[in-house]
């Protein structure tokens, strides 16, 4: 039973590919305007969880969303009910205009007769300044920082209470990873729910309420994020040594 309080609630997920089961009974919770991580290795399971999250992939066991049993539910249900994944390949339209892109992301909420979609546009460009500069500019021309910033903004176009983002920092210098974690920051003060999937476990740990370790396909460890951030076992995984406490 879904607590008043969770947007979203998992409960003995499992899924994966064909009889390759990745997943082995996850347990998590993202309450409402609250950012959680999924942080661990490569091969660990956290984009199977996405996808498994969004209806990609097939999965058993529970997962509730606003209350409601999302068993059976099809992929484009789950978008016309608030939930957005930004995958890690970010899945662009190259040869489209940074606006023409955008302007897809709400092409649902355009077709069930909303009429916001220049509104929420300027919202994304408020979030993203470089994507307004370049709103004529072909999708494929962007630098990869651009890139993450228009899969940000086409997500958002869809107005989700949910979104899920899959290594948001990967591939990024320093400075644009700093950018798209304080984008982060900004919609959870606009009460969005966010599931971010992270290599980088420092980045997320700082930007996230709650977090996750996955290994081998199951949850390792749990707490708060700033107690994940200094438990001696994160810190000599994923951290380093540096980021132990005196």
């Known amino acids: 039973m879904q607590t008043d309080s969770a947007l979203l609630e998992v409960t003995a997920l499992h ?12 347990n998590l919770r993202a309450d409402r ?3 959680i991580t999924v942080i661990g290795p490569n091969g660990a399971g956290k ?13 058993t066991g529970g997962i509730a969303y606003r209350g409601r049993n999302l068993h059976g539910v099809a992929l484009e249900e ?18 489209m205009t940074v606006e023409d892109n955008l302007e ?5 909420r355009a077709r069930a007769g909303h009429k ?10 408020t979030l993203f300044p470089r994507l307004k500069e370049r709103r004529t500019q072909l999708a494929g021309t962007l630098s990869g920082g651009e890139r ?4 940000l903004g086409r997500a958002l176009m869809s107005q989700p209470a949910l979104l899920l983002l899959d290594e948001p920092s990967l591939g990024l210098a320093p400075v644009i990873v700093r950018e798209i974690f304080r984008a982060i920051e900004g919609l959870r003060a606009t009460g969005v729910t966010i599931v971010l999937v992270e290599q980088n476990a420092r980045a997320a740990l700082e930007v996230a309420d709650h977090g996750y ?12 994020a700033r107690d994940l951030a200094v438990d001696p076992r994160v810190i000599d995984t994923y951290l380093g040594a540096a980021r132990a406490k005196p």
Not at 104 to 108: N, S, T, V
Not at 148 to 151: R, S, V
Request: net charge negative.
């Open 15 to 26: 899924a994966g590919y064909g009889r390759a089961e990745v997943l082995h009974g996850i």
């Open 33 to 35: 305007g609250q950012v």
């Open 47 to 59: 984009s199977t969880l996405l996808n498994a999250l969004m209806g990609v992939l097939p999965s």
């Open 78 to 95: 789950r978008v016309m009910q608030g939930m957005a994944l930004v995958p890690e390949t970010r899945a662009l339209f190259g040869t």
């Open 104 to 108: 897809l992301g709400a092409y649902r």
């Open 116 to 125: 916001d979609t220049r509104a929420t546009m300027e919202s994304v460009f």
């Open 148 to 151: 993450q910033m228009l899969a």
């Open 213 to 224: 370790v996955l290994e081998m396909g199951e949850i390792a460890l749990e707490g708060a």
